[in-house]
């Protein structure tokens, strides 16, 4: 007698940020990574018997995508080129998709020959995402796809390019579709671009309970969902806990998410989970010549030589020890935050991957010396705040045997050394014999110490104006103006028109190691 089992298979990428071709654009060298890599397993599905499902921050953080949003009336978004060739069903869209602005954003989804879903997202002009949940038939079986997306995007994006738009629990609105609709289907498949707050199994905290993340909460108190699909925290995940399975496939094209359902006669599921790895495949040298034209034109413009550093002093050997000495790239990156803002200090941090620049410096060492795609806020902020502001900032470093180490806290569950700021404009000195909250022995202001109720004015990124990386006491400073221009940009401009330069470290940040003055 033939088998009535259905087979089903669920495909799914996550924060592939725009790597579509396997390069690592700093060097320029071939890496195992990407969509164009991961592709090549994609391809080999039947669309009769599969779902094909993008979880966002699709659409930025490569030089590829850095250069199409500078040239988007030229050629076609290079993502959109990839997913429709690939025939994806649906894109839930991530935080960073917003960073490039609404009109980037909807002119990505126009092309875009897939359906967005995004149930906690209230599009109140109903511009970005029409449809929240999607009910459909495959294989005879009846599923429930949800798309949601962290709510914590109003914390970190810049206010206009989420106009309109009010972001909802994603815990409360699955449970109120999952409600009305668990008893007409066969599969619940949550797909939610976030990560997660607590050790699925230990129940153990990994991060704060922001509101950030939230893949816990949704495992814990929606016991029908089936399936959970993450992201956001670029973890690497796979797990299969009662019944459901919770997936998050890396970064960056590292990872694609498999999972093969099995139903029998009875209704009974089974539900197999795996990932692939980019290095297990080969590149799909088919799908990326699609995009060779605005690679050319990439290339090209990576490659241009805008400057030089005559005293070759910012090339980065070491990103770590850049961060606990204060690297002259830092002192760079915070001179052009004051010229540009005319603000008293200026904050910045480095990326966890940074290159700096060697003697000639082109478009591409600034795009992989500054990764994000951040604009500058100016605030105004008191001692007091400036004082809670650096004590987290002093959380950065331990002691170990009396030699200053990095807070592993920074580096597991996620890897976030770019939540250490660096300032200029200011001297401080960090006592690390001190417990955290006690570290800030000092804060001067044009040699005089700052007092808690002085006020400056502090220019900083978007992301951590609106308190991004749980710095809670920037939140609600009083801001002073925006400015709408990408660092990066702001950068280039900068090199372009001066040419030549000449960056003196300014050695404002001291870090006692041991019992002595300040
Ligand atoms: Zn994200």
Same mark, same amino acid.
């Given at each position: 007698?033939?088998?009535?089992?259905?087979?089903?298979?669920?495909?799914?990428?996550?924060?592939?940020?725009?790597?579509?071709?396997?390069?690592?654009? =700093?060097?320029?060298?071939?890496?195992?990574?990407?969509?164009?890599?991961?592709?090549?397993?994609?391809?080999?599905?039947?669309?009769?018997?599969?779902?094909?499902?993008?979880?966002?921050?699709? /659409?930025?953080?490569?030089?590829?995508?850095?250069?199409?949003?500078?040239?988007?009336?030229?050629?076609?978004?290079?993502?959109?080129?990839?997913?429709?060739?690939?025939?994806?069903?649906?894109?839930?869209?991530?935080?960073?998709?917003?960073?490039?602005?609404?009109?980037?954003?909807?002119? #990505?989804?126009?092309?875009?020959?897939?359906?967005?879903?995004?149930?906690?997202?209230?599009?109140?002009?109903?511009?970005?995402?029409?449809?929240?949940?999607?009910?459909?038939?495959?294989?005879?079986?009846?599923?429930?796809?949800?798309?949601?997306?962290?709510?914590?995007?109003?914390?970190?994006?810049?206010?206009?390019?989420?106009?309109?738009?009010?972001?909802?629990?994603?815990?409360?609105?699955?449970?109120?579709?999952?409600?009305?609709?668990?008893?007409?289907?066969?599969?619940?498949?949550? =797909?939610?671009?976030?990560?997660?707050?607590?050790?699925?199994?230990?129940?153990?905290?990994?991060?704060?309970?922001?509101?950030?993340?939230?893949? !816990?909460?949704?495992?814990?108190?929606?016991?029908?969902?089936?399936?959970?699909?993450?992201?956001?925290?670029?973890?690497?995940?796979?797990?299969?806990?009662?019944?459901?399975?919770?997936?998050?496939? @890396?970064?960056?094209?590292?990872?694609? @998410?498999?999972?093969?359902?099995?139903?029998?006669?009875? @209704?009974?599921?089974? $539900?197999?989970?795996?990932?692939?790895?980019?290095?297990?495949?080969?590149?799909?040298?088919?799908?990326?010549?699609?995009?060779?034209?605005?690679?050319?034109?990439?290339?090209? #413009?990576?490659?241009?030589?805008?400057?030089?550093?005559?005293?070759?002093?910012? !090339?980065?050997?070491?990103?770590?020890?850049?961060?606990?000495?204060?690297?002259?790239?830092?002192?760079?990156?915070?001179?052009?935050?004051?010229? =540009?803002?005319?603000?008293?200090?200026?904050?910045?941090?480095?990326?966890?991957?940074?290159?700096?620049?060697?003697?000639?410096?082109?478009?591409?060492?600034?795009?992989?010396?500054?990764?994000?795609?951040?604009?500058?806020?100016?605030?105004?902020?008191?001692?007091?705040?400036?004082?809670?502001?650096?004590?987290?900032?002093?959380?950065? !470093?331990?002691?170990?045997?009396?030699?200053?180490?990095?807070?592993?806290?920074?580096?597991?569950?996620?890897?976030?050394?770019?939540?250490?700021?660096?300032?200029? @404009?200011?001297?401080?000195?960090?006592?690390?014999?001190?417990?955290?909250?006690?570290?800030?022995?000092?804060?001067?202001?044009?040699?005089?110490?700052?007092?808690?109720?002085?006020?400056?004015?502090?220019?900083?990124?978007?992301?951590?104006?609106?308190?991004?990386?749980?710095?809670?006491?920037?939140?609600?400073?009083?801001?002073?103006?925006? $400015?709408? #221009?990408?660092?990066?940009?702001?950068?280039?401009?900068? /090199?372009?028109?001066?040419?030549?330069?000449?960056?003196? =470290?300014?050695?404002?940040?001291?870090?006692?190691?041991?019992?002595?003055?300040?």
């Amino acid at each position: 007698m033939p088998s009535l089992a259905k087979q089903l298979r669920i495909i799914f990428t996550s924060d592939v940020h725009g790597w579509l071709l396997p390069i690592d654009y =700093a060097t320029n060298q071939q890496t195992k990574r990407g969509l164009g890599i991961l592709s090549s397993a994609i391809k080999k599905r039947d669309p009769k018997s599969s779902i094909l499902i993008d979880l966002g921050d699709t /659409i930025q953080g490569s030089p590829l995508m850095y250069y199409h949003h500078l040239h988007r009336k030229i050629f076609a978004n290079p993502v959109a080129v990839f997913m429709n060739r690939l025939r994806y069903d649906y894109f839930i869209p991530g935080n960073h998709d917003f960073n490039y602005g609404r009109t980037y954003l909807k002119d #990505f989804l126009k092309q875009l020959d897939v359906m967005p879903l995004c149930a906690n997202i209230e599009d109140q002009h109903g511009l970005l995402v029409k449809k929240g949940y999607d009910i459909i038939r495959k294989q005879g079986c009846k599923i429930l796809i949800i798309g949601l997306t962290t709510k914590y995007i109003p914390n970190w994006e810049n206010p206009k390019n989420i106009r309109g738009l009010v972001f909802n629990d994603p815990v409360l609105e699955a449970k109120k579709i999952i409600d009305k609709h668990k008893d007409e289907v066969d599969l619940i498949i949550v =797909a939610y671009h976030g990560g997660l707050e607590k050790d699925l199994q230990t129940r153990e905290k990994f991060v704060e309970d922001t509101g950030e993340n939230q893949g !816990f909460k949704l495992f814990d108190s929606i016991p029908e969902i089936d399936i959970l699909l993450t992201g956001h925290q670029h973890r690497i995940i796979c797990e299969q806990l009662s019944d459901t399975v919770v997936l998050m496939p @890396g970064s960056n094209g590292s990872h694609l @998410g498999i999972i093969d359902i099995t139903i029998d006669e009875h @209704g009974g599921k089974q $539900i197999k989970p795996s990932l692939i790895a980019a290095e297990e495949l080969e590149p799909d040298l088919e799908l990326m010549a699609q995009i060779n034209d605005i690679e050319r034109a990439n290339q090209a #413009f990576l490659d241009e030589v805008i400057g030089f550093v005559p005293d070759n002093n910012l !090339f980065i050997e070491d990103p770590q020890k850049a961060r606990i000495e204060k690297h002259p790239i830092v002192d760079f990156i915070n001179d052009i935050q004051l010229e =540009a803002s005319g603000a008293m200090v200026s904050a910045t941090s480095l990326a966890n991957a940074v290159t700096g620049f060697r003697h000639q410096i082109t478009v591409r060492n600034v795009l992989s010396t500054y990764v994000f795609a951040n604009t500058l806020t100016v605030v105004q902020i008191d001692g007091l705040h400036l004082k809670a502001y650096l004590e987290k900032c002093a959380t950065y !470093f331990i002691l170990e045997d009396g030699e200053v180490i990095v807070n592993p806290s920074y580096s597991y569950p996620k890897l976030e050394h770019y939540n250490y700021d660096m300032l200029d @404009g200011i001297d401080y000195c960090f006592d690390l014999t001190q417990p955290f909250g006690s570290r800030v022995v000092s804060i001067k202001y044009q040699g005089q110490e700052v007092l808690p109720t002085q006020t400056l004015t502090l220019v900083l990124n978007n992301y951590r104006a609106t308190g991004g990386g749980d710095f809670e006491m920037l939140k609600n400073l009083p801001v002073i103006r925006e $400015i709408p #221009f990408n660092v990066a940009e702001l950068m280039i401009d900068y /090199i372009r028109k001066h040419k030549t330069l000449r960056v003196k =470290a300014k050695h404002n940040i001291k870090l006692i190691t041991k019992k002595e003055d300040c």
